[in-house]
């Protein structure tokens, strides 16, 4: 299945290219129909073999527009999130797109592979001082685990190959962070 079938979700295709380089596996929740299970088969497209990917459903009625009260949405998302502390190394939500975005040319397989032929050398690069600084608050304000910031190091470093950088900076880091925090939790409580 080629990529440019699956309409609008810019930021899942960007998650997919970077757990195609580096070999991560996602967690991708969404509603019905949103688009979850083509990225599945997209992925296999481009080859991501050992790439695992695992679908959940954003809320209990899985509808488009949700019809959960907020004790349900509460009790589902800290089930994703137990799902979430267990296995996978980014977390991505794939959303119903705008009716423009239907309408727009989606960029196709051959040009992700070619981009993702570049990308080589992923254990030469380390964190640049501001970078250190922003895990060390990510780690110290946020109450991460080691672990937490082990996966972080290895998606930034990722990135940062992808752009070509010699260090890890500090957007890397961030974008990174973005991957591993379960948001929808924390704007309910
Ligand atoms: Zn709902």
Redesign the pocket.
């Known amino acids: 299945m080629d990529i440019s079938e699956i309409k609008g979700n810019e930021n899942v295709k960007r998650v997919l290219e970077i757990a195609l380089a580096g070999n991560f596996s996602i967690l991708l929740i969404g509603?019905r129909k949103s688009g979850r299970s083509m990225f599945k088969e997209v992925a296999k497209s481009l080859n991501g073999t050992g790439l695992f990917i695992t679908r959940e459903?954003?809320?209990?009625?899985?509808?488009k527009?949700?019809?959960?009260t907020h004790e349900?949405?509460k009790e589902?998302y800290k089930y994703l999130m137990d799902l979430w502390n267990k296995d996978y190394d980014m977390y991505c939500e794939v959303n119903y797109p705008d009716y423009n975005q239907l309408k727009r040319k989606q960029e196709d397989n051959a040009s992700v592979l070619e981009r993702l032929q570049k990308v080589s050398n992923f254990t030469s690069l380390e964190c640049s001082g501001k970078a250190d600084a922003l895990l060390k608050s990510f780690y110290e304000k946020m109450e991460q685990t080691p672990y937490d910031i082990k996966i972080v190091i290895k998606v930034a470093r990722v990135i940062a190959n992808m752009e070509q950088s010699e260090f890890i900076q500090t957007q890397h880091i961030a974008e990174a962070i973005q991957y591993r925090i379960f948001e929808p939790l924390q704007k309910l409580q």
């Open positions: 509603g459903n954003k809320c209990k009625c899985n509808y527009e949700c019809i959960c349900e949405l589902h």
